[in-house]
């Protein structure tokens, strides 16, 4: 099977979830990396009844009825980026942590840079929590290129339904 997809509607705007046969391959909360993607993947095709499960849990996540997803998932990535996004994955709901603090989680005390390139190329923002990584000083720090609004609605959800 090819990759589909479906979207929802949600306080930040759609969100738009890809799947294959192996599970959900990418998640989009930009509207503008959504449009730069599917131009590129002109040959995916829209699935309600294969995503189900997915946009029935994202729609979850954002009515704080959910905090943790259960859904099969493909993660594409380096040792390092995939180590970093086990670590945000460790992040409580509701919570933040600083790109510090996943250094030293990681043991790569050096590495605050590449956290934030892992970051940057997280393809399943939401369900590997991203947004809940913020500047040592609780500044936000460049969500999603520089969508910081985005990353402070996320915050402020969890922080809601915690």
């Known amino acids: 099977m090819k990759e589909v997809y479906d ?6 705007g759609k969100v738009y979830i890809v ?8 998640i989009e909360v930009i509207e503008s990396k959504w449009q730069e993607f599917i131009k590129n993947n002109s040959d995916i095709n829209i699935d309600k ?7 029935k849990q994202m729609d979850e996540y954002f009515k704080g009825e959910r905090k943790e997803f259960n859904l099969p998932i493909v993660i ?18 509701g919570e933040t942590r600083s790109y510090s ?4 989680e990681i043991n790569n005390e050096k590495a605050i840079r590449a956290i934030g390139q892992a970051n940057k ?4 923002p939401i369900i590997i929590p991203c947004h809940r990584v913020i ?3 609780n500044k936000l720090r460049g969500y999603a290129g520089d969508n910081i609004d985005v990353q402070l609605k996320l915050i402020e959800l969890e922080k809601t339904y915690k």
């Open 19 to 26: 799947m294959n046969e192996v599970g959900v391959i990418r």
């Open 121 to 124: 190329s997280n393809s399943l």
């Open 76 to 93: 594409e990535g380096t040792i390092f980026r995939k180590e970093v996004w086990r670590a945000l994955m460790e992040i409580p709901y």
């Open 101 to 104: 603090y996943i250094a030293k």
């Open 135 to 137: 500047g040592k000083n």
């Open 49 to 55: 009844e294969f995503c189900t499960d997915a946009v």
């Open 7 to 12: 979207y929802i509607e949600t306080q930040i």
